[in-house]
Every structure is written in structure tokens, then in C-alpha cells.
């Protein structure tokens, strides 16, 4: 008997034990109604996860992940109640892994393998702005000489330098240049933003610049490009009505077309945190159809004959839906635009279906939808940003509803604290990943937001609306000197706020962790139910610290090996002044820095003329060898130096003993990170680190540089 009730009492604890194992899965089947905003998450997941591959998945690797997927489907129907979450989760991730190949392979088209000098004949699809203020076409129907038409790119880049103006470039022109071109660079140092990334799924094959007279080879076909050339005749419309910076900034807004606009005008913008009034995104989408929305609500209310027959909320969200649309196409459909018009098109989806307008789940299905059509957009700024805003926005006034009561206020004190509030919450989301990816943070952005964004949204925008309305007529001329001295006082805001003293500080940029994980802890908080949310706080305070104790490499090397950086005490010095700018700026930025190339070359490191330069680090003696003056010191920086940095191809057999790194090298490794280790060796950290199709190339492995024998004899 003893021994029974002993059985009976160890029985009744493992009883214990699997009722407690069950309450988390039951709490999570009976959860499923509420986890919906979990899905795009998860989706994410995948897509990361795709991304982050080292090697590109053969075909077999898609048919075992859609078995899989499949498989999933069938537990999903027929599988216990309480296994579903895990089912559901596991479907999400894999089909974000299955939309990211199937996009990927979908854009798949020829990227130059070669450098390319010679004719290039191809049609304007867009006219922008390069980050030297250049004027910069996109062309498709590419024609180059002596290269056949299976290795021509699908479109290719090219900036105008020098004499130009013999005509005016407008979308659907057919140009002929003469143009240097080349493959879209990759990253300018290990884990930095590849452009040659987003390239590919651009479908841009080439990039380059001319520096001779491009000429018209033919006008715009009838019929061709008509939207691209109809935002061209607005842009420039809005331009002759509206002088100056303001009147490019107004045709922005319209049109989307920044060419007009100075590179002062845009820094300044940056620098006050306001650049998000020039990109045709979330703010401006919203602002367009809740006008065109609440005018004709309002308005058809007061006609009896159809309030009392109509629906007019829905007739009004039909009609803003409308709009939207037609904004989405004279915008040019750009990512920030899609990913704008799908989150309006849900809302007011919503709204005709008698759904609420404003919810987490709306927000979760239009995140599911951009990401499925377009996974790359989730490692771009716009996507993260404009998604933590708006959940923000939401999380923040659901928070709010209930306890803070407006009518206790006075109108304007309601209005002014819901703008102050509004940009509060949207830049506390979105400071975190601007800084990750632009290396600043505006110190008075939210000051700056404050002033300028009811502006945009009480006569900016409702301006342009009722020019657009009354152009026909030829009355649009109040409604744009309305939009006109809105901008100029937006401008005006961003060049006072840019030029008061620590307007702009900058940050190192973060390991590639640190926003995922941000991410996850903070839609934790978000999103889960109960004091248990709060365990989120713990992964943000861990994105910090990690953030915080981010170390730069100590030595950078460029991709052809003409630039060097080594980050001593005062900050990264480089090894020239002049050349290789695009990655001096990057590296500057990256490590947090505000100098200029000038400034970072003049700081105490580098020793020595153009062409032999000398530094010391970590107890090695570090040599730059730059153009032919410098291949032909090469045996005089080995007998100086313990590594030398060639910034050409080496010609025959080095010196004995020599360490080198010349240019062939750096085509198989890309950029360098070198790092220092015990026992007097440095670390070598590749960039290309991937073999995907966007990069072309076996990616390389790290390996280690010792010093030479004799000198670490001499060193002894």
C-alpha cells in the first residue's frame, strides 16, 4: 500500500508538471485571434534570413523548402490545436525564405561584367540628382558598342559631368553619350550598405558618368512614358510658378521629382531631421487622402438629397483611394510610395468594409503585402522607418484612449499638444534606425518637426489638391502662392535649425544585430498582452549596450587599395586627400566622424610623399603604395615596411619577405578590415563574404598576416 500511494503521489506531480507545460500552448492557441501583427514579423524573419545567406540556394534547396512549406500546410489543417503556433511560425519564416528567392530571380538581369568606355545609346526613364549635385539619368533599351545583346544591362546610371545643356533631359528622350560605366560597387567595408544589392533588384546593370555633351538622338514616342513625361511638364510648371528651392520642394512634393532641388536645401533638411517632408511617403499619402477624404465626407454632408441616400463615408474613401492611386503613379511608384499607398489602401479598405481604419492588424496586412511583392524593401530605411512610426503612432494613442480625456483642453491646446505628441512618438521610433543608417542624429528635429509639419498638412498639401482641382480652369495660381510660401517657410525652418551650434551629431554605426534585435524587443512590448510585455525592454537595453560597445576597425583598405584608413587617437587619418571620396565619406560617417577627407588626410599619422606613404600601428610599420611613382618604390616600402598596401596589381614575384596586399588581391577579398591580435598578427576581414547573385564572385574567407621573420627577429 505505501508503494501505491507513493506512485499515486509521483503520478500526481508529473500531472502537475504537464498541466503546467500545457498552459503556455493553450494560452498561445487561444491567443491565435490576436497574433495576427506577429505574422509580418515573422515573415521577416525569413526574408532576413535569405538575405544573410553566405552562398546562393540552388534550385533543389527552393523544392525541399516548398515541400516543407507544404507539409506545413497539411499539420496546419489537420495537425492538433495546440501544435498551430508552431506551425504557423514555421510556415511565416519559410515563406518569407520562399518570397525572397522568388523575387530575386524574378528581377535577375545582366549586370556588366567588364568596364565599359564607348557609346552608350539607351531611353530616359528618370532624371535625378546625384550626391554631387549632378544631373543623373536612368536609361533602359541600353545599346553599347562591341557587346552583345545578351550581356547588355537592363538599364544603367550615368551622372552628367562637365558642358552640357544642349538639351533638356525629360523621361522618354532617346540619348546617345559617351560614358565610362562599370558594375554597381559593392559594400566600402565589411557589413556596410551594399549598393550593389539594391542595384540588382533595381535591375541596374551599370553605373558611370560622361564628361562630354550628351546629345537627343530622338524625342518621346507617342504614347511612351506619357506618366514620366506628364510629372516632367508638372515639375516644371510648378518651377517656372514658384521660384527657387521652394518651388523645386513644391514640384517634389507633387511629382516626386527631386532634380530641381539645390544639395544646400537638402542637407539642411537632413540636419533638421525634416527630409522626410521631401520623400513622397507615409506623411504625404496620408495627408493627400485624408484631405481629399474629409473634404468630400463633410462636404456631401451638407446635401440633403445625397447624405440621406449615400453612404458618403464610403463614397469618400472610394474617391480618396482614387486619388491616392493616381498620386502613387505621377510620383514615379517608388518603394516609399508602394509601401505609402498599400498602408492607405488597407486603411481605407478597412473603411469600406466596416473594418476599423487604424489598427495594428491593418498595419500587419500591409506590411505582409509589400514584404511578400517586394522582400528587399525590409532591409532599406524607408520600410523600417515608416513602419516603427506608424506602429508607434497607433501603440501610442491606443495607450492614451481612456485616460486623457480632450474636451477638458481648449481647442488649441488640444491641437498643439497632438502635434507635439505626434512628432514626439514618430521621431523616438525612428531616431534609432535613421542613426544605424545615416550615422546622425538632429538634436532639435523634434523642435523643427513641430513648426513644420502643420504646415505641410493645413496648406502644403491641401494646396496642392486644390491647384490640382482648379489647373484646368487656370485658377490654380492662389493655391500654389498658398503652397509656395508654405515651402519656403518649411526651407526656411531647416536652414535655421541646420545652422544652430550641435544641430548634428554623429554615431558610429551599429553591428548588424543591434536593429533586429531593437526591433524584436520593441514590438514585444508592443504587440504582447499582460506584464509580460515588458520582458521586451531587456533585448532594446541589449541593442544599446551592444550599440554602445561597438568597436571600428582599427584599418581600412579600399577596394582598389588607393585609400587607407587607421583610426588612431584623434580619429580615422587616411592616406590622401583627394580620390576615392564615395568611400572616405562612408568611412568617416561610419565611425561617427564629422570631418571631411581634407581634414581626416591632414591629422598626424601618415608620413612621407604622395605615392610612398608610412604609418605606424600596433607595432607594425605600414607602407602605401599609390600609381606607377609608387609600384616602382615597391622594393624600397618592403625593406621599410612590415605590410605594404599596393594600390595596383603587382608585377612579378614580390621581394622576399615582403608582405603585400595589391590590387589583385583586394578583387578576390573586396574591401579590408585589418584588426590587431596577439602575437603580433592582424586579422583580415573580407567583404566579400557572399557568393549571391548580385555579387558575382566566391565569397572569401578571413585570414592572417604575420610579420615578416627578420623583422619580428629584429623586433626581438
Not at 484631405?291 to 440621406?308: I, N, S, W
Not at 483642453?409 to 543608417?437: I, R
Not at 602575437?679 to 557572399?690: F, M
Request: charged share 15%; with cysteine; hydrophobic share 50%.
Amino acid at each position: 500500500m505505501p508503494s501505491c500511494l507513493g506512485n499515486r503521489g509521483v503520478g500526481n506531480k508529473v500531472g502537475r508538471v504537464i498541466a503546467w507545460a500545457r498552459m503556455p500552448l493553450l494560452a498561445l492557441a487561444e491567443a491565435r485571434g490576436i497574433l495576427f501583427a506577429w505574422v509580418p514579423v515573422l515573415i521577416a524573419m525569413g526574408i532576413g534570413i535569405w538575405f544573410a545567406l553566405p552562398q546562393e540556394p540552388v534550385p533543389w534547396h527552393y523544392a525541399a523548402l516548398a515541400a516543407a512549406f507544404c507539409a506545413g500546410l497539411a499539420l496546419h489543417r489537420w495537425g492538433p490545436e495546440m501544435a498551430q503556433p508552431f506551425v504557423v511560425v514555421c510556415l511565416c519564416v519559410l515563406l518569407g525564405v520562399l518570397a525572397a528567392g522568388a523575387r530575386a530571380h524574378w528581377v535577375e538581369a545582366p549586370i556588366l561584367g567588364f568596364r565599359y568606355y564607348g557609346a552608350v545609346e539607351g531611353r530616359i526613364i528618370l532624371v535625378d540628382r546625384s550626391q554631387s549635385d549632378q544631373i543623373r539619368l536612368t536609361l533602359d533599351r541600353v545599346v553599347l558598342e562591341r557587346t552583345a545583346p545578351e550581356r547588355l544591362p537592363e538599364r544603367v546610371r550615368i551622372s552628367l559631368h562637365g558642358t552640357q545643356g544642349f538639351f533638356t533631359p525629360e523621361p522618354g528622350q532617346t540619348i546617345l553619350a559617351t560614358a565610362h560605366l562599370s558594375a554597381p560597387e559593392g559594400p566600402v567595408e565589411p557589413g556596410a550598405f551594399d549598393f550593389r544589392r539594391m542595384a540588382f533588384f533595381d535591375r541596374l546593370g551599370g553605373v558611370g558618368y560622361t564628361r562630354v555633351p550628351v546629345l537627343m538622338l530622338a524625342p518621346p514616342e507617342p504614347g511612351a512614358q506619357w506618366i514620366n513625361r506628364f510629372r516632367a511638364h508638372l515639375r516644371h510648371a510648378v518651377e517656372a510658378r514658384i521660384a527657387g528651392d521652394p518651388g523645386a520642394f513644391a514640384a517634389a512634393l507633387v511629382t516626386g521629382d527631386r532634380a530641381g532641388i539645390s544639395r544646400v536645401a537638402q542637407d539642411n533638411l537632413r540636419a533638421a531631421n525634416l527630409a522626410h517632408l521631401l520623400a513622397i511617403s507615409g506623411l504625404h499619402m496620408a495627408l493627400l487622402t485624408g484631405f481629399v477624404f474629409a473634404t468630400l465626407r463633410y462636404g456631401l454632408a451638407l446635401l440633403p438629397v445625397v447624405a440621406l441616400r449615400v453612404n458618403t463615408k464610403k463614397l469618400a474613401a472610394g474617391c480618396a483611394l482614387g486619388a491616392g492611386a493616381f498620386y502613387l503613379a505621377l510620383s514615379g511608384g517608388n518603394v516609399a510610395t508602394e509601401r505609402a499607398f498599400v498602408m492607405v489602401a488597407v486603411m481605407l479598405g478597412a473603411v469600406l468594409f466596416d473594418r476599423r481604419a487604424l489598427s495594428l492588424r491593418s498595419v500587419a496586412l500591409a506590411a505582409c503585402v509589400l514584404l511578400l511583392a517586394q522582400p528587399e524593401t525590409l532591409l532599406e530605411p524607408g520600410f523600417q522607418m515608416s513602419f516603427a512610426a506608424t506602429v508607434a503612432l497607433i501603440a501610442g494613442y491606443s495607450a492614451l484612449r481612456g485616460r486623457v480625456q480632450a474636451h477638458r483642453f481648449p481647442a488649441w491646446a488640444t491641437a498643439a499638444g497632438t502635434v507635439v505628441f505626434t512628432s514626439f512618438l514618430a521621431g523616438m521610433a525612428t531616431a534609432p534606425v535613421a542613426a544605424a543608417h545615416f550615422n546622425r542624429i538632429a538634436e532639435y528635429g523634434l523642435l523643427a518637426n513641430v513648426i513644420s509639419v502643420p504646415v505641410m498638412g493645413l496648406a502644403v498639401m491641401p494646396a496642392a489638391v486644390l491647384a490640382a482641382l482648379l489647373s484646368p480652369f487656370g485658377l490654380e495660381g492662389p493655391a500654389l502662392w498658398v503652397m509656395g510660401q508654405g515651402t519656403e517657410w518649411i526651407l526656411w525652418v531647416a536652414e535655421t535649425v541646420a545652422g544652430w551650434e550641435g544641430a548634428v551629431r554623429a554615431v558610429p554605426s551599429p553591428q548588424a544585430a543591434v536593429l533586429p534585435v531593437m526591433a524584436l524587443g520593441a514590438l514585444w512590448l508592443i504587440l504582447w498582452r499582460g506584464p509580460v510585455r515588458f520582458a521586451g525592454l531587456a533585448p532594446m537595453a541589449v541593442a544599446f549596450v551592444l550599440w554602445a560597445q561597438q568597436e571600428r576597425p582599427p584599418i581600412l583598405v579600399s577596394a582598389d587599395g588607393g585609400l587607407i584608413g587607421v583610426s588612431l587617437g584623434q580619429g580615422r587619418v587616411l592616406s590622401v586627400e583627394k580620390g576615392a571620396g564615395f568611400t572616405a565619406r562612408q568611412w568617416l560617417e561610419n565611425d561617427g566622424d564629422m570631418a571631411d577627407q581634407a581634414g581626416a588626410a591632414a591629422r598626424a599619422g601618415f608620413e612621407g610623399k604622395a605615392g610612398l606613404r608610412h604609418i605606424g600601428f600596433a607595432g607594425w610599420q605600414i607602407a602605401h603604395l599609390k600609381g606607377k611613382a609608387g609600384l616602382a618604390q615597391l622594393d624600397k616600402a618592403c625593406a621599410q615596411a612590415d605590410l605594404v598596401i599596393l594600390g595596383a596589381r603587382a608585377e612579378g614575384a614580390p621581394p622576399a619577405g615582403c608582405q603585400i596586399i595589391d590590387a589583385g588581391k583586394l578583387r578576390q577579398t573586396g574591401p579590408l578590415a585589418l584588426w590587431a591580435e596577439e602575437g603580433g598578427l592582424l586579422r583580415a576581414e573580407p567583404t566579400k563574404t557572399q557568393s549571391r547573385m548580385w555579387t558575382g564572385t566566391r565569397h572569401a574567407a578571413r585570414f592572417y598576416i604575420s610579420r615578416p621573420e627578420a623583422r619580428q627577429a629584429a623586433k626581438r
